[in-house]
Every structure is written in structure tokens, then in C-alpha cells.
């Protein structure tokens, strides 16, 4: 099964409160504290997410009585693939396909194209969603994705 990390997970929750709390009201500065309650979780995991989004430069923080965190970009400005990248590092399927060199097989191998073009595709379809298209509230009905079947 292919899937995120739950510090990923979290890290896009915390970034969408973060968006929220932006959209509400320009220039807003949340604290951890208050960004551990709102995302309704731990406070030690927000702070160590807070930390990698800040290395990032998703975010900025903010020192003092009235510091914290809020974006360092507009969320329409800000990906999935972003956060994505600044918790797992290179979106990557395979070891190939995020660094070259990184296999014995590679010189005769007969996939790493494919599994090239299958990174390609999913890091596109991440970058193009946006920290603001997380917060739209979404359709009623059921979206079914469509795949290109090859003929």
C-alpha cells in the first residue's frame, strides 16, 4: 500500500488550520499551543512539525509573548507536494525514480522508466493541489477520478 506518513497527514492538517486561521484574518500568528488544539493533537508532534515546516520555509515563526507560526506564503501559493517534500523528503515511488544511482540494476533495467514516469504523474497530481484547495469544502456526491486506459 502506498501511502503518506501520519507526519505528513498531521503536517497537512496543521498547515490547513494555518490557512484557515489566515483566510480568517490577515497576519495571524497562532502558537503551537493553540495550533495543537485547534488541529486536536499532541503538542510535542505539532512542535516537531512546526520545526520541519519552518526548515521548509513553509511557514514562519514568530519569537515572544505574542509569537507563534502562520504561513510564509499565501495557501494558494503553497502545494501538497511542498509539505509532502519537506517531511519525506523527494517524492519518489522508487529509489531510481527520486535519485539516480542509487541501484545496482539500474543500468539494465527494464522498469525505472515506468516507474520514472508513474513519479512524474504523482508528484504532478500533488503539486497541483493547494494548501487553499485543501480547505474548500468538498462535493456532496462522489468524484470519481478518471485514469487513462491505455489502448
Keep these: 500500500m502506498l501511502r503518506v506518513s501520519k507526519l505528513t497527514d498531521y503536517a497537512t492538517v496543521v498547515m490547513t488550520v494555518l490557512a484557515a486561521a489566515d483566510s480568517s484574518q490577515s497576519d495571524s500568528v497562532l502558537s503551537a499551543q493553540d495550533l495543537a ?78 516507474w520514472q514516469r508513474i513519479n512524474q504523474a504523482i508528484a504532478a497530481a500533488l503539486a497541483g493541489v493547494s494548501l487553499a484547495d485543501m480547505l474548500k469544502t468538498p462535493p456532496r456526491r462522489n468524484v470519481t477520478i478518471p485514469l487513462r486506459v491505455a489502448s
Design 37 to 114: 488544539a485547534r488541529a486536536r493533537l499532541e503538542l510535542p508532534t505539532v512542535s516537531k512539525l512546526l520545526k520541519q515546516l519552518a526548515h521548509a520555509q513553509l511557514v514562519e515563526s514568530f519569537r515572544g509573548v505574542n509569537g507563534g507560526y502562520r504561513l510564509a506564503r499565501t495557501p494558494e501559493r503553497i502545494s501538497i507536494a511542498e509539505i509532502v517534500t519537506a517531511m519525506e523528503g523527494p517524492i519518489g515511488m522508487t529509489e531510481c525514480s527520486a535519485h539516480a544511482g542509487m541501484c545496482d540494476h539500474e543500468p539494465h533495467c527494464g522498469v525505472r522508466v515506468n
